[in-house]
Nanobody, 125 residues
Framework: QLQLVESGGGLVQAGGSLRLSCTAS????????VGWFRQAPGKEREFVAA????????EYADSVKARFTISRDNVKNAVLLQMNSLKPDDTAVYSC??????????????????WGQGTQVTVSS
């Protein structure tokens, strides 16, 4: 059974940076497509970024383009989300999701079979 665990969240001032990590255990990571999603209090879950299992296909939400970077390290079984120039609107619980059924999961949360518990990111103004 695949398990995903997020880490790296915390409290940061506006303009600062954080790097989130999504690590996988329980099975091979190399054919796992991964997406990051976030949910702020009182709001629906929204797509942040996604990466194919090869790392070639990458997609970002418009709200994070040019500020966030998704990458993967298949040796460490991890997908990273580097978040720069953070804004208070980025405050949310960030969760990673994975699928082995597709080469690329994209922005549709229904394409993902496995979910982590989430990590809190809080950006103060």
């Amino acid at each position: 059974q695949l398990q995903l665990v997020e880490s790296g969240g915390g409290l940061v001032q506006a303009g600062g940076s954080l790097r989130l990590s999504c690590t996988a255990s329980g099975r091979t990571f190399t054919n796992l497509a991964v997406g990051w999603f976030r949910q702020a209090p009182g709001k629906e879950r929204e797509f942040v970024a996604a990466i194919s299992w090869s790392g070639i296909s990458i997609e970002y939400a418009d709200s994070v383009k040019a500020r966030f970077t998704i990458s993967r390290d298949n040796v460490k079984n991890a997908v990273l989300l580097q978040m720069n120039s953070l804004k208070p609107d980025d405050t949310a619980v960030y969760s990673c999701a994975g699928t082995t059924s597709r080469y690329y999961g994209g922005s549709n949360s229904l394409h993902y079979d496995y979910w982590g518990q989430g990590t809190q990111v809080t950006v103060s103004s």
